[in-house]
């Protein structure tokens, strides 16, 4: 089936620093989105990206979609305290499931 | 954005009791949802596909008569986990899609299930 590989599972950074987190399937994907579960809460939608080569920028926050449409990544500039949290991705087939990335938990240190 | 309530937010409950657990989308029409389960420091589980109207579709390896899902209207779908045991503590959480092609997801705040 459908697998969807996010590395890294952890990252420590000292506020102020770069992060970036890596998603990769092992099937070509219709769209990638990208969401984060605050610790305690549930996951909240950040983006979608659709098309191969898309790259979306929110803020400190930039979004990249794969030539191949089967890799994207996340990378937040110059981190806050405020972007800690588990970093998901999520695969969308076209026959309409969802599959989830295993995470990539942020913690910021002050 | 769209909203999704789920409730309860929390329940604890004796080994052998079923508990129910209500998505509701709030603001708009869902032929379909999604249940998900999330054990701690894990990724989102997908359990099973609720269609109104219909039976819902379960993921390889969910026990249909455990966790049954029933979408009576189109702003409602409950997961009822019947004869619960301690390895079923988890964190449950239930989205709907929404959007042009129906992909971008809103997920309901989740309801953490506690047996003891």
């Known amino acids: 089936g459908q697998q969807v590989m996010q590395i890294p599972q952890y990252q420590h950074v000292q506020e102020g620093e770069d992060f970036t987190t890596y998603c990769n399937s092992s099937t070509t994907l219709s769209n990638i989105q990208w969401y984060k579960q605050r610790p305690g809460g549930h996951p909240v939608f950040l983006i979608q990206l659709v098309k191969s080569g898309e790259v979306k920028k929110q803020k400190r926050l930039t979004f990249q979609f794969g030539e191949a449409k089967k890799n994207s990544s996340l990378h937040i500039t110059a981190t806050q305290t405020t972007d800690v949290g588990t970093y998901f991705c999520?695969?969308?087939?076209?026959?309409?499931?969802?599959?989830f990335g295993q995470g990539t938990i942020l913690t910021v240190h002050p | 954005g769209a909203v999704v309530s789920q409730h309860p937010s929390r329940v604890i409950c004796k080994s052998g009791t079923s508990v129910k657990i209500e998505c509701r989308s709030l603001?708009?029409?869902?032929?379909?949802m999604f249940w998900y389960r999330q054990f701690p420091k894990q990724s989102l589980m997908l359990m099973a596909t609720?269609?109104?109207?219909?039976?819902?579709?379960?993921e390889q390896g969910v026990e249909k008569d455990k966790f049954l899902i029933n979408h009576a209207s189109l702003t409602l779908s409950t997961l009822t986990v019947t004869s619960a045991h301690p390895e079923d503590s988890s964190f449950y959480i239930c989205s709907a899609p929404q959007g042009d092609r129906q992909e971008t997801q809103y997920f309901g705040p989740g309801t953490r299930l506690l047996v003891l």
């Open positions: 999520a695969g969308w087939i076209w026959y309409g499931k969802l599959t």
């Open positions: 603001d708009f029409q869902a032929t379909t």
């Open positions: 609720s269609n109104e109207g219909s039976k819902a579709t379960y």
